[in-house]
């Protein structure tokens, strides 16, 4: 199964409308919250915040440049937790959002090694059972690698995850930002 856009290799297509539908309307209510009558920038830099923060536990450190703003969201599906930052740009000349990247954290007891992430995301995703994947190494963690995204076993029950918009985005790109993606050091 070929799959030629960033949100159709995210998430399964009816997930994907509610979560799209989400993102857009999170992104509008916050441009229309602003009182600004500037029109929205397609494209910006990321600022100090954007570079910087932490989600669900995980340090951020690593991002690409020209990306969007962000948004958080959390969800749940068959008793595993999504916590996830999102980077988006836009609007573009039809007023529609560009997803620029993902970071994603992912808990549940069933996530056991990185053999059951995998089958997890199979499942979740909607991917083919041969998904062509490659080993990786991110930070000290074990990892599969797929061009525009790269997930990976942190311990038992916990997992991360990083999409990029492969038109836009190289990938050295998500795999630097995933290296830079990893559990605060208490």
């Not at 994907?16 to 441009?31: D, E, H, K, P, Q």
């Amino acid at each position: 199964m070929s799959c030629s856009s960033f949100g159709s290799r995210v998430m399964p297509s009816a997930r994907r409308i509610v979560a799209g539908t989400a993102v857009v309307l999170a992104s509008l209510g916050l441009s229309t919250t602003t009182g600004s009558a500037a029109p929205a920038q397609v494209s910006v830099a990321p600022s100090t915040e954007q570079k910087a923060g932490t989600l669900d536990g995980f340090v951020i450190e690593n991002l690409p440049d020209g990306i969007g703003t962000s948004s958080d969201f959390e969800y749940e599906w068959n008793d595993v937790s999504f916590h996830s930052r999102v980077w988006e740009t836009g609007p573009d000349s039809e007023g529609a959002f560009k997803v620029d990247l993902t970071v994603k954290t992912i808990r549940g007891e069933q996530l056991t090694d990185l053999e059951t992430l995998k089958d997890f995301l199979v499942e979740y995703e909607e991917k083919d059972p041969g998904w062509q994947l490659t080993p990786v190494k991110v930070g000290g963690y074990d990892g599969l690698f797929a061009g525009d995204e790269v997930f990976y076993f942190i311990e038992p029950g916990v997992a991360a995850e990083v999409t990029i918009d492969h038109e836009r985005f190289t990938d050295e790109d998500v795999l630097d930002t995933a290296a830079g993606f990893h559990p605060e050091q208490s």
